[in-house]
C-alpha cells in the first residue's frame, strides 16, 4: 500500500494566492521528497528535507516536516497559472534502500 | 543534479509483443529506479536495477514480466514482455543522487491495444 496520503485530491485557486498541500505517512523516514508533475510527464524534484529537519525554503516554495505527527506540508506562495500541475510527496523510508513510496498527490488548478 | 533521458518518450504497441525502454543519466549514479504510473495514479516501484546483478523487484512484480539490465552506472533499460492492454502507463526511471536525491527521466507513455 502506499506510504502517502495527500490531502486535498484537488485544489482551485486564484493567481496570486497562497496554495497549501498536505502529505502524511505512516512509519519513519530519512527524508521527503516533494515533486511536480505537468500533464502526465516526467517528475520535477523540487524540495527535498531531511528527518532532522523542520522547514525548508525555495524560491516561492516553502516545505515543513513533523516527525512526531508524520506528516509534510507544501506551501506555494504567490502562485502563478504555470504552477498549474499535479504534486507528489514521496518518502525515503529508514531502512528501504532509498526507495521512494508516492502519496496519492494533489492536483492543483491556479486560475487567471 | 542528474539529468535523465529516456527512449521512446511513447509508443503504441500490440498486445502480445514486447517493448524496451532506455533510461542513461548524465553521470555515473550508484541507485536507479524504474517506476510504473497508472492512468490517473501515483507512481508505484517496480524494481531497483543493480549494476552488475539481478535487479531486485518489488511485490507485484516479476523478472519474467519487467526484465531489467543495468550494463553500467550511467544506463538501464526495462523491458515490458507480453504486453497486455492493462501494462498501458507511464514508465519511469529515477536516478539517486549522493545527497539522497532523485531525479526522473521525461517518462515514456505506453499505449497497448
Known amino acids: 500500500s502506499q506510504q502517502g496520503e495527500e490531502d486535498p485530491q484537488a485544489l482551485s485557486i486564484q493567481e496570486g494566492e497562497n496554495a497549501t498541500m498536505n502529505c502524511s505517512y505512516k512509519?519513519?523516514?530519512?527524508?521527503l521528497q516533494w515533486y511536480r508533475q505537468n500533464s502526465g510527464r516526467g517528475l520535477v524534484h523540487l524540495i527535498l528535507?531531511?528527518?532532522?529537519?523542520r522547514e525548508k525554503h525555495s524560491g516561492r516554495l516553502r516545505v515543513t516536516l513533523d516527525t512526531s505527527k508524520k506528516s509534510s506540508s507544501l506551501l506555494i506562495t504567490a502562485s502563478r497559472a504555470a504552477d498549474t500541475a499535479s504534486y507528489f510527496c514521496?518518502?525515503?523510508?529508514?531502512?528501504?534502500?532509498?526507495?521512494?513510496?508516492f502519496g496519492t498527490g494533489t492536483q492543483l488548478k491556479v486560475e487567471l | 543534479s542528474a539529468v535523465i533521458s529516456q527512449k521512446p518518450s511513447r509508443d503504441i504497441c500490440q498486445r502480445g509483443t514486447s517493448l524496451t525502454i532506455q533510461c542513461q543519466v548524465d553521470?555515473?549514479?550508484?541507485?536507479m529506479f524504474w517506476y510504473r504510473q497508472q492512468p490517473g495514479q501515483s507512481l508505484t516501484l517496480i524494481a531497483t536495477?543493480?549494476?552488475?546483478?539481478?535487479?531486485?523487484?518489488e511485490s507485484g512484480f516479476v523478472i519474467d514480466k519487467f526484465p531489467i539490465s543495468r550494463p553500467n552506472l550511467t544506463f538501464s533499460t526495462l523491458t515490458v514482455s507480453n504486453m497486455s492492454p492493462e501494462d498501458s502507463s507511464i514508465y519511469l526511471c529515477?536516478?539517486?543522487?549522493?545527497?539522497?536525491?532523485?531525479?526522473f527521466g521525461p517518462g515514456t507513455r505506453l499505449t497497448v491495444l
Open positions: 529515477s536516478a539517486g543522487t549522493g545527497y539522497n536525491e532523485q531525479f
Open positions: 512509519t519513519s523516514i530519512n527524508n
Open positions: 528535507i531531511r528527518s532532522n529537519e
Open positions: 514521496a518518502t525515503d523510508l529508514t531502512g528501504g534502500g532509498n526507495k521512494l513510496t
Open positions: 553521470s555515473q549514479v550508484t541507485m
Open positions: 536495477a543493480n549494476q552488475g546483478s539481478e535487479a531486485t523487484y
